[in-house]
Structures are given as C-alpha cells and as structure tokens.
C-alpha cells in the first residue's frame, strides 16, 4: 500500500503543475503590463485592473470551489446495500436499484436502460452525474475534468468556469489591443534599447496565443449553456426512460441561461453562485429531487 500511496501523492502533486503555470504567466503579465510597459494612462490601467481582478477572482472560485457530490439519499440503505453486495446476478441486482430507486427523482438510464450507479462510490447516480477518476468521486452536472484548474467543473462551479473563460478572453483581448502599437514600434525601433521590448514582443504574443485559445473553447461553453447540455451530453446524448434524447434538459433558451446564471441578472458577471438550486412548475422533479442532492440540473422538461 505504500509504494500505492507514495504513487498517488506523486500524482496529486503534478495536477497542480498547469494550474502553477497559468498562475506564472498571470503574474508576470501583471509585471511586464503595469512594471515594464508602464503604460502610464489612468484609463488603461483601470481597464487592465479591472479585467485582471475579476480574472483571478473567477479562476480562483474555478478551482477551489469543492465539486457538488450525490446526498445520502442516493445510497442504498443498509440491508439493501449487503443484498446488493452478496447477489452476483447483475438482473437481481437491477431489481434492487430499481426498487430503491422508486423513491428518487430519476429519470436517466444506461444505454441498455438499467439504473446508473457507480460500484466506486456506492450511490445511485442522479440524472446528469457522473463518476470522475481524477477525483474519485461521482460529480453533480459533471460537464469535465479541467486540468488547467485541476479540478472537476459541475454543477457547482460551472458558473465560476464561464466567468474564467470571460475574463481571460477580455484580459487577453485588452493586453494585445493596447500592447498591439508598442509592438508595432518594436519592429520599427522606435521603442529605446531595453529590456522591456522584449517584454512587450512576448506579452502581445503570449496575450494573442492564449486569446485564440481561449475563444473557441468560451464559444463551444456558450453554446453548451444555451442548449442546457454538458460536454458529455453533448458527446452522447442522455439516455431516458423511452430512449436516448440529446435536448432532453433543454427548457428554451431564456432558461437554460438562468440554469447556469440564475435568476438575478445584477449577479451574473460576478464569481459568487447563482446558479438554479431547486425544480420549478411542470419540471416533474418536487422538493425531494433537491433535498437528495440533484440540486441545479433535474429541471428539465418531461422526457417524450
């Protein structure tokens, strides 16, 4: 076991190893814009601060927000839990989530149409949650495993991973628009002979990078968040109870946005959570599907 753990110690250390060098290369864009390029413009630097708080505020909440887990209401209880356990028959151990799972609010199944549960984590999956192996836990609204945050992006910090692509494809887009014309004098030379050239040639290239990047993976999330899917619902569609359907969640726009932002337009652009916490009329999940942990994401429209 120790050479297990010696391993996984290793591992868990090394996940932080691309959250380490965003971070690097937040810091020293802050030195190279504010020190180096001394732009020394009130509005620019008001912009740059701004966009930069915000920024960080967003990552931050990314990644130390704790992912959203099943309740204790999706395990199974005890004497159900040692028959499940003793029974080698997959069809009879159906039958006893089938029969647990009477109570819950579930309206997703495997392809072959059984009831989800994870034999890691010993709970019947609510709709929407899957298990992750980097964290070892099945996840809320799990859209993935982002190792730039070394984290699991769900239910409970979606929002949080929206506002970090926001801000960053702003804090991009502002550094290489301002930084663009002194780029251009580097070129020519019209720029002094000093280290800071080579901050500025680096920051309008590393700002561009990174804004490209960034751009495409902000507009595939938006139009995610406006179908109401995650990225593993968009790879393969939800299985309900008459058959797969990839716009099963789906509420119309106007809703699938409130899903993810909530219901207060005031706090939609801030890193604090907003996102929608219990079912509404028609959704055909009540006051049980909250209290059991499928908090956010069981209002959905009734499957066909």
């Known amino acids: 076991m120790a050479p297990t753990h010696v391993l996984r110690c290793c591992q868990r250390g090394l996940a932080w190893i691309p959250v380490i060098f965003i971070a690097l290369v937040v810091c020293w864009s802050y030195y190279a814009y504010v020190v180096e390029l001394c732009l020394c413009k009130f509005i620019y630097l008001a912009v740059f601060h701004v966009s930069f708080i915000m920024f960080v505020w967003s990552y931050w909440k990314t990644i130390f927000t704790r992912p959203s887990t099943p309740s204790k209401e999706f395990c199974l209880p005890k004497s159900e839990k040692e028959q499940y356990e003793k029974e080698q028959r997959p069809e009879t151990q159906q039958e006893i989530l089938k029969r647990v799972a009477t109570s819950l609010p579930l309206y997703t199944r495997t392809g072959a149409g059984a009831i989800r549960y994870c034999d890691r984590c010993q709970v019947i999956k609510p709709d929407r949650c899957h298990h992750c192996s980097a964290c070892d836990m099945c996840v809320l609204k799990m859209d993935h495993h982002c190792p730039w945050v070394n984290n699991c992006v769900g239910f409970s910090n979606y929002k949080f991973f929206i506002l970090f692509l926001t801000y960053s494809l702003v804090y991009c887009l502002f550094i290489a628009a301002s930084v663009l014309q002194y780029f251009i004098k580097f070129w020519t030379s019209d720029l002094p002979e000093s280290h800071a050239k080579f901050h500025v040639l680096f920051l309008f290239f590393v700002a561009a990078m990174f804004c490209i990047s960034i751009l ?26 008459n058959g797969p359907d990839k716009n099963g969640f789906s509420l119309g726009f106007s809703k699938n946005i409130a899903q993810v932002f909530g219901d207060q337009k005031l706090y939609w652009l801030l890193p604090v959570f907003t996102s929608v916490t219990q079912s509404g009329p028609g959704a055909g999940v009540g006051d049980r599907g909250v209290a059991g942990g499928v908090a956010g994401n069981q209002l959905h429209r009734q499957p066909r």
Do not use: D
């Not at 999330?221 to 939800?238: C, Q, Y």
């Open 216 to 241: 495409s993976l902000f507009t595939y999330h938006l139009w995610l968040v406006g179908k109401n899917r995650s990225t593993i619902e968009a790879f393969r569609a939800p299985v309900f109870r």
